[in-house]
């Protein structure tokens, strides 16, 4: 490949990449309303950070992506991506001062082409920008040559100040709850942004765990490994036993707005361990899971609410009914879609979910469900005459009721169902003609992802008090397909790690609720690009998609041995 | 003793008949071999004799008892298995695992059996694990039990599929081409492997194969299918010389030129 070819593949190209995405965020208005808050205080704001992520990512892959061996060229084809990255946001703004854009983009404003020169009017403005773009294309070539070690360390370092910045808010409360830790905070944060002095010291702490992890962990696991049986049982038991103390006492150090978001995320994690049993091990596509959701809150709801009046029986008598419930619907509309496979189980199901938001909408249900009202005065849950009111005490409920939905993930997954669920999710002929039975396999995975929506469902509505038809639309369904593929698909951690990660994350970050579903569709495609796998994905998967490079070695050298 | 016959057995698609009117007698402990040019409706037998497909038309007795209209599932509980002629493992699941779902046939715990870690369940677990080591151990493949089907060379693999099969624990083996796209070398380890299955297991093996070494090395009988419709049956040595089978085969003519 010639230089001119190396440098338009690799470098432009690239960069146009970064310069569009650029282009993209600053036009629907995320720098703009990033940029309220600083990540350090008075230098870098979140919406310039969040512009240089990409001047320094693309330009990084820039380099990666060169196939000619020349140092210089790599270092050259990172500058030409750090540059092009910059020159779209210029063309931007060249043309925003010529002719007005508003009229066609809201976002262009003023305000905006003020953010991307730094203040500075006229070609001064332009020139800072694009030197900036050139800068961070630098910093990407020379990150590219460090040595491994050194360049995941300064990644890490980097990563921490973006991370503990973006969430500052949340810490310095939880910081200034804790006495001593008051003067910390004090000394980390300002109002708005981190200090000179957090800037320094958030990075050195973080890349000291890191590397020391780095240098010792392997160390670490091999002592671990060597250690006899026993005593590494007693070592998972003790961890086990700290893992359980700080779960207990995890709401009281969180303080309460941050119980409540972890209250939502644990109903996630109900919810999406349910569909991990439908279409992780199954592999049925079952797009209109919410309605067992609200299958399960209108039932408990019915069941223990005065303003109904029909029943008033307790959370726990009405528990049952509401699982059971979701377990009889999930069977009923497993029947008519026994015969579907892939696309078209989609959308039936996802027709299912409609038809119960519009039924429990509909006049002609009204006196029972309330309609849009909906039903309001539904009781907290009590246990032992202790009344479960507040988000820091709802988590308990929500804690045990993930506890056993694990335990009951975990148990089937190892045993002779879950293989017959693998076994239907990988051939459904094959399956059959190894002696599995289609009809009640299938009925069992949607019954039992039904039960566990259910159960979430119900401990929903007795959190929250009322219940209304809107919570029940769509778009809960695509979240919790999405959290399952981010987390890992048939990953019982990854569903965990996927629900803190798209119901958590954007709960704590008001800037970001706006842009949810567009943050949703670049983390998904992201995903699928840079880690098909999920975050935390199952040993299996990683085998699957990491075959090439790990699985077939081990096959040679099994042969060979 | 016969194990399977099939009586006036069809299988139309559209205006194709794909297995026409087919009587087939195959004797307990027997290595019975289909024959029959590409097309001729050998895979099809199959698929109507393990239930994937129903026969339009006669019947399938398997133990004396008619096992037409049943579910693929329902006739693997009777004892019959089989294999593909392009494999078909599950690719993502462990040898262990493929075998296991093997098992599952006779395995009985139910959902509550399972989440509650019975006493029955664990000594099933623990049973259908021995039984899958000791298969894996059979098809020479032991100690790779954890790694997924889909990295094995191609031999393993389709010693794994014929593990998978017995692990059901058949009473009829149903082999479609188990040498395709096999060495010479490999070739003959699979025939030794399948007389073993006969004569230790004591499994009746239908077996579909296009190698005449194959066929002729370890037949007991021979049936020849062409256009659906039984040519030609009989001892190896017979079939070899029949001119039906050879014109089926080679084409009109080609016989009076060997001969």
């Known amino acids: 490949m010639t230089l001119a070819q190396s440098l338009w593949r690799e470098g432009i190209k690239t960069g146009a990449i970064g310069g569009i995405s650029v282009l993209a965020i600053s036009l629907v208005g995320m720098v703009e309303s990033f940029n309220k808050r600083d990540i350090i205080a008075d230098f870098l704001s979140m919406g310039i950070a969040f512009i240089m992520v990409f001047g320094i990512i693309l330009p990084y892959i820039a380099a990666k992506r060169t196939t000619r061996p020349e140092k210089h060229i790599i270092f050259l084809n990172a500058l030409t991506a750090g540059l092009v990255t910059a020159v779209f946001p210029a063309l931007l703004v060249i043309l925003g001062n010529i002719i007005n854009l508003r009229s066609m983009f809201v976002n262009a404003s003023p305000v905006l082409y003020n953010l991307l020169t730094s203040g500075v009017e006229g070609v001064g403005g332009i020139l800072i920008l694009l030197l900036a773009g050139i800068l961070c294309g630098a910093f990407a070539g020379l990150l590219f040559f460090l040595p491994g070690l050194i360049r995941s360390v300064i990644i890490v370092c980097l990563t921490s100040i973006l991370a503990v910045g973006i969430v500052q808010d949340l810490i310095r409360p939880l910081f200034s709850s804790w006495g001593i830790m008051e003067v910390v905070s004090e000394w980390l944060f300002t109002q708005n942004g981190l200090t000179i002095a957090g800037t320094i010291f958030i990075p050195i702490f973080v890349g000291a765990i890191y590397m020391f992890w780095q240098l010792k962990g392997e160390g670490i696991k091999t002592r671990y490994n060597t250690l006899e049986s026993g005593t590494q049982k007693s070592v998972k038991m003790s961890s086990f036993f700290v893992l359980a103390i700080f779960l207990i006492f995890l709401p009281h150090i969180l303080g309460l707005f941050l119980s409540e978001v972890l209250t939502i995320v644990g109903l996630y994690i109900l919810l999406g361990l349910g569909l991990n049993i439908v279409v992780g091990y199954a592999g049925l596509l079952d797009l209109g899971y919410v309605a067992f959701y609200a299958i399960g809150a209108y039932i408990a709801a019915i069941l223990t609410s005065p303003a109904i009046g029909a029943f008033t029986l307790t959370f726990w008598q009405a528990l049952p009914f509401a699982v059971m419930g979701g377990i009889f619907a999930g069977i009923l509309l497993g029947i008519p879609v026994l015969k579907m496979r892939g696309d078209y189980l989609a959308i039936a199901t996802l027709g299912f979910g409609e038809i119960i938001r519009i039924l429990v909408l509909s006049d002609f249900l009204k006196p029972w469900l309330g309609g849009a009202q909906g039903i309001a005065k539904i009781p907290n849950p009590a246990i032992f005459g202790w009344q479960l009111s507040t988000p820091q005490e709802i988590y308990y409920l929500i804690l045990l009721g993930c506890i056993l939905v694990v335990f009951i993930s975990v148990r089937l997954r190892d045993s002779r169902l879950g293989r017959a669920w693998m076994a239907m999710r990988e051939d459904e002929d094959v399956a059959q003609a190894m002696g599995i039975n289609l009809v009640s396999t299938k009925l069992l995975a949607f019954a039992t992802g039904a039960g566990f929506s259910a159960l979430s469902g119900a401990i929903m509505v007795s959190k929250i008090g009322s219940v209304y038809p809107h919570s029940f639309n769509v778009f809960i369904s695509i979240n919790i397909v999405c959290l399952i593929i981010v987390g890992g698909i048939g990953s019982i951690p990854g569903v965990i790690v996927g629900a803190a990660a798209l119901v958590g994350l954007p709960e704590l970050l008001r800037e970001f609720a706006d842009y949810r579903m567009l943050v949703y569709g670049a983390v998904l495609v992201g995903m699928m690009l840079l880690r098909p796998e999920g975050l935390w994905p199952e040993a299996r998967h990683k085998m699957e998609l990491h075959g090439e490079e790990n699985g077939s070695d081990e096959t040679q050298t099994a042969t060979a041995a | ?259």
């Open chain 2, 1 to 259: 003793m016969s194990i399977l016959t099939t009586q006036g057995m069809t299988k139309r698609f559209g205006g194709l008949v794909a297995v026409n009117t087919l009587d087939l007698v195959v004797e307990e402990n027997s290595i019975h071999s289909v024959i029959g040019p590409n097309g001729a409706g050998k895979t099809t037998l199959f698929n109507c004799i393990t239930g994937f497909y129903k026969p339009e038309d006669g019947g399938v007795d398997f133990d004396d008892r008619s096992i037409v209209g049943l579910t693929p599932d329902r006739i693997v509980h009777r004892g019959i298995s089989r294999t593909y002629q392009n494999i078909r493992l599950f690719p993502n699941l462990t040898a262990m695992e493929n075998i296991l779902v093997g098992i599952h046939c006779h395995l009985k715990s139910g959902f509550f059996g399972i989440v509650l870690k019975l006493p029955g369940t664990i000594k099933e677990e623990k049973e259908a694990a021995v039984e899958a080591r000791r298969l894996l151990k059979f098809i020479n493949m032991d100690g790779k039990g954890d790694l997924l089907a889909k990295n094995f060379p191609y031999g393993e693999q389709r010693r794994l599929e014929i593990a998978r099969a017995l692990a059901s624990r058949p009473k009829l083996l149903l082999l479609d081409e188990p040498t395709a796209g096999m060495n010479p070398s490999e070739t003959q380890s699979m025939m030794d492997f399948i007389e073993h299955l006969r004569d230790e297991l004591g499994i009746t093996i239908v077996l579909i194969e296009h190698q005449m070494r194959v066929v002729m090395g370890i037949s007991d009988i021979i049936t020849v299918l062409d256009y659906g419709k039984k040519i030609a049956e009989g001892l190896p040595d017979e079939i070899k010389k029949d001119p039906i089978v050879i014109e089926a085969y080679l084409g009109s003519g080609s016989a009076a030129e060997i001969h």
